[in-house]
Every structure is written in C-alpha cells, then in structure tokens.
C-alpha cells in the first residue's frame, strides 16, 4: 500500500488550527452523542449519592423564592409591579439560577476536565455545551413548576396575572440567548483561568454582586422611579432585558422597552464570538499551563 493509500485509509486527520475563529462545527455534529453522554453524566454527578435526588431541582428554586418574598416583598417591602410577590420573585429567580449556573458551571471547563482532554480528543466545545442543556432540562422542571403556581394565581379574582400570548411565544427565545449568555462569558472565564487560577475563585463572588445589579429581588419600574438618570446604564445589563421579557410575556408586568431587548441580543453575540475566539485560541496549549 503506497503512501496515499495509506492516508486515505484513515477515518480522520487531526490538524493543528491558527485561525483565530478556527472551530469543528462539523466535528460538534459528529459528536453529538458524545454531547448527549455528557448530559446524562452531569445528571448522575450531580444527584449521585443524594437523599432527594433530582427533587432538589423543585425544592432549590422553592425555598430562594420562599425567602426573597419574605424578606424583599414582606419586610423590606419592595415593589413588584402590581403581581403576585411570589410569582415575581420565582420568575426572577428560575431566569437567575439558569444563567449563574451555566457560567459557574462553564467557567470551570478546563481546570476540571483537563485529565480527560489531555487523554482523548474530542471537540472541546462539547463540555460547556454540555453543561448549557443539562442545566435547560433543568430549567424546563422548574419552568412547569411556575406554570402550576401562575395557573393557581390566576384561578383567583383580582390577581394582577395577565399573561401575554405574543410574548409567551417568545419564551424559545429567551432561553437561548440566555444560555448562550451563560456560555459565553463561561468560557471567557475557563478560558482565563488557564493562567489566571485566582479568578475562578471571584467567580462566585462575582457572580453573587451580579445578581444584585440585576431586576431579580427587585423591579426595573423602581429603578425607573427612584433613579431614571441611572436607567440607561442600569439596562445595558444583558440579562436585565430577559428577565423583564420573562416577566412582561408570563406576569403582565409594565414598563418594558423593546430597543433595551436589541442591544441585549447585540452584547450576547458580541460575548459569544469574543468567548469562542478566547476558547479556540487557549485550547491549543491549555495543557501546558493546567
């Protein structure tokens, strides 16, 4: 057998790339079993060896929500637009939980998984991908859970709970952006922490002080009240655009702008292409510095 016979007996031919944007779309098809195995391993990870198990995908977002509606909408007393404290605070709350926990989750790709990239190869995307649709079946528990508690608000006279149908039917929508969102800065981070290890430690805290410059314990139309000079700045926020939506579409809530909605869409692309780039760039030589 001569050496072209040779070469093209082989099934695939691993190449170095320089490109800056240089990513195995194809290779990500072909492996997407290989995606789906890493959903249900994340599943068992995560439940294993755990009374409750994936019941506590219901009782997290249960007991948060409990406690924001005391202590925000009971003692503090803080605005929610005219809806259900509950209902406001869960929707906040399922959106929050689903963003912060696909950029933890991301965010810890490399450093976590090195053992297993530095023996086999794989498209290295299908890890945070991975953990984005583990964490939207997630969601999707969570996410019926508060269809059950609008439908029992609802039921009642003088709710405040006035769905809307042509925001509802934007609900896909959201959610990916948001997990693309999560994605994105996720491996901005794991891609930063290669070399950087202090930052996966601010993560967290970080995350935390984010959700308090987000409308999740609180609502947009107080901001808008009590500092409307601070509006603009407080609204290039990517996610504060979603979870506003969220609210609009399910609860009904007011003071919603569609412009606020683009520029959201505008920041996750620009996220996105700068983490993919980052990624692309620091999974060549990861494993030299890991």
């Known amino acids: 057998m001569d050496r072209r016979d040779r070469n093209n007996s082989w099934d695939m031919v691993i190449r170095p790339r ?18 789906l195995l890493m959903v249900k391993r994340n599943f068992t990870i995560l439940y294993k060896q755990t009374i409750l198990g994936p019941a506590w995908v219901i009782i997290q977002p249960l007991l948060t ?104 039917a934007l609900t896909p929508l959201m959610l990916i952006q948001l997990g693309i ?20 430690m601010l993560v967290s805290f970080g995350v935390h002080l984010w959700m308090y410059a987000t409308p999740v314990t609180y609502s947009t139309s107080m901001i808008a009240d009590k500092y409307p000079q601070l509006l603009g700045a407080y609204m290039l926020n990517p996610i504060t655009p979603i979870i506003e939506l969220f609210r609009a579409a399910y609860l009904g809530v007011p003071r919603y702008s569609y412009g606020y909605s683009l520029l959201s869409v505008i920041v996750t692309a620009v996220v996105l292409i700068v983490g993919v780039i980052l990624f692309s760039r620091v999974e060549k030589t990861f494993m030299d510095t890991v």
């Not at 800056?20 to 997407?32: A, E, H, N, S, T």
């Not at 800065?185 to 950087?196: D, E, R, V």
């Open 181 to 200: 969102l999560g994605l994105g800065f996720g491996i901005i981070i794991s891609a930063l922490t290669t070399k950087y290890r202090d930052l996966a």
């Open 65 to 168: 929500t409990l406690v924001f509606t005391v202590v925000f909408g009971n003692l503090a007393g803080l605005p929610t637009d005219g809806v259900p404290k509950f209902l406001f605070y869960m929707a906040g709350n399922i959106m929050w939980h689903f963003f912060s926990q696909c950029l933890t989750v991301t965010s810890e790709t490399f450093v976590k998984n090195s053992k297993l990239f530095g023996k086999v190869y794989f498209p290295r995307l299908v890890m945070p991908i991975s953990t984005v649709l583990t964490e939207m079946i997630n969601f999707a528990v969570q996410f019926v859970l508060f269809i059950i508690f609008i439908a029992i608000y609802a039921a009642r006279p003088d709710s405040g709970v006035s769905p809307n149908w042509q925001l509802i």
């Open 18 to 35: 320089k490109g800056w944007f240089d990513i195995d779309f194809k290779g990500l098809v072909r492996y997407r079993d290989l995606i």
